[in-house]
């Protein structure tokens, strides 16, 4: 996974302060970086292999289901032992990038980090506009989606919150959108995730992604939580 990881080293803007773990500014694109290995994954084969019993649905979202695993401000195993105790239904290669990600970027006395794997059937399929206090680091594994994001922004989003536009239920948790009406992008960017294609998003960061083919639609992310920063930012003020 070394070589993966090289490839998006150089791109990724990260700032890294003491006894913090590394926080990334702004988002990082890299096209078709697994689109070798992303080749051999057999959609009917993880259908009728996965513990599909095992998936929940995402803000009660009938659409969407999700693997997950949670850590709280937890020191990152031994490789062997994040190997064998990560029972999300991944390919090896997926599961050694993972753990390269959290190697290189987490941080003991970060506020933890989470895994994810998405499971969705059908078009237009979306969790709608949201804000992640964490960092996400995704994959696309199978199918086609679209993203669209802006640059992070802490001081509009302490306007949402004090609005009332947006909430989020504890620290651990996204924002989402509060009311009935959508939220607006300010400078959106738009990218266009195919299988093997690799994004990094800065947490704190507004954001929607909705899926464009009509079959499954698989990605896997690292998620590194940088409630410090918005904490730190609060106090600030």
């Known amino acids: 996974m070394n070589k993966y ?18 926080h990334l500014n702004k988002y990082h694109y890299v096209s078709g970086m697994f689109k070798e290995l992303v080749s051999n994954f057999q959609i009917q084969d993880f259908l ?20 997950f695993q949670e850590h709280e401000n937890e020191k ?40 994810d794997l998405f499971v969705s059937s059908g078009k237009d399929v979306s969790l709608g506009t949201h804000i992640d206090n964490d960092d996400v680091y995704t994959v696309q594994l199978y ?28 620290s651990s948790e996204t924002w989402v959108n509060n009311t009935n009406q959508p939220l607006d992008f300010i400078d959106p960017t738009i990218i266009i995730m195919q299988p093997g294609d690799f994004l990094a998003i800065p947490a704190f960061a507004l954001h929607k992604v909705t899926t464009l083919t ?20 609060l106090a600030q003020l």
């Not at 990560?86 to 933890?112: M, R, T």
């Open 48 to 67: 009728s292999t996965a513990p599909l019993e095992k998936i929940f649905k995402y803000e009660n979202n009938t659409d969407i289901g999700v693997f």
């Open 76 to 115: 990152l195993p031994s490789k062997e032992i994040f190997m064998k105790n990560v029972d999300i239904p991944l390919p090896i290669w997926a599961k050694e990038f993972q753990y390269h990600l959290l190697s290189e970027l987490y941080s003991e006395n970060s506020c933890g980090w989470c895994l």
């Open 143 to 170: 199918g086609t989606k679209h993203w669209i994001l802006d640059a992070p922004d802490l001081y509009r989003l302490k306007k949402l919150i004090y609005a009332q536009l947006i909430k989020r239920l504890s």
């Open 214 to 233: 009509e079959e499954y639609n698989l990605s896997f992310n690292v998620g590194i939580r940088q409630e410090y920063y918005w904490q730190k930012f």
């Open 5 to 22: 990881y090289s490839l998006i080293e150089e791109g990724l803007d990260i700032e890294s302060s003491e006894n913090t773990t590394k």
